[in-house]
């Protein structure tokens, strides 16, 4: 199981970007994958989660409205389009990937699998 995350860099306050995880090794219908952040100083923050099994999606609120997660299954990556980035959206991004289990989507679920982290920078 391997995690690719990109996708990151300097933006704009109010500008997007969309990051990426391409998976490899697994299926993605037979994982749930979420993505996480962490801020220089601040603790690891689950910011969302999808089954691709069933398209069931889940959201922190910091990021709700503004943030939407999306699996591509031929592709077998999962997207986070970043919209109306501000700047306490800076911080290094990651994918995680763990095997289906009763937790679902849950937010604050474990994982087995890590991608490396990708740079974003909100700039005011």
């Known amino acids: 199981v391997q995690l690719q995350a990109s996708g990151g860099g300097l933006v704009q306050a109010g500008g997007s970007l969309r990051l990426s995880c391409a998976a490899s090794g697994f299926n993605l219908d037979e994982y749930v994958l979420g993505w996480f952040r962490q801020a220089p100083g601040k603790e690891r923050e689950a910011i969302s989660s999808?089954?691709?099994?069933?398209?069931?999606?889940v959201y922190a609120d910091s990021v709700k409205g503004r943030f939407t997660i999306s699996s591509d299954d031929a592709k077998n990556t999962v997207y986070l389009q970043m919209n109306n980035l501000n700047p306490e959206d800076s911080a290094i991004y990651y994918c995680a990937a763990t095997p289906i289990s009763s937790d679902g989507c849950l937010l604050g679920r474990g994982y087995d699998y890590w991608g490396q982290g990708t740079q974003v920078t909100v700039s005011s």
């Open positions: 999808i089954s691709p099994y069933d398209g069931s999606a």
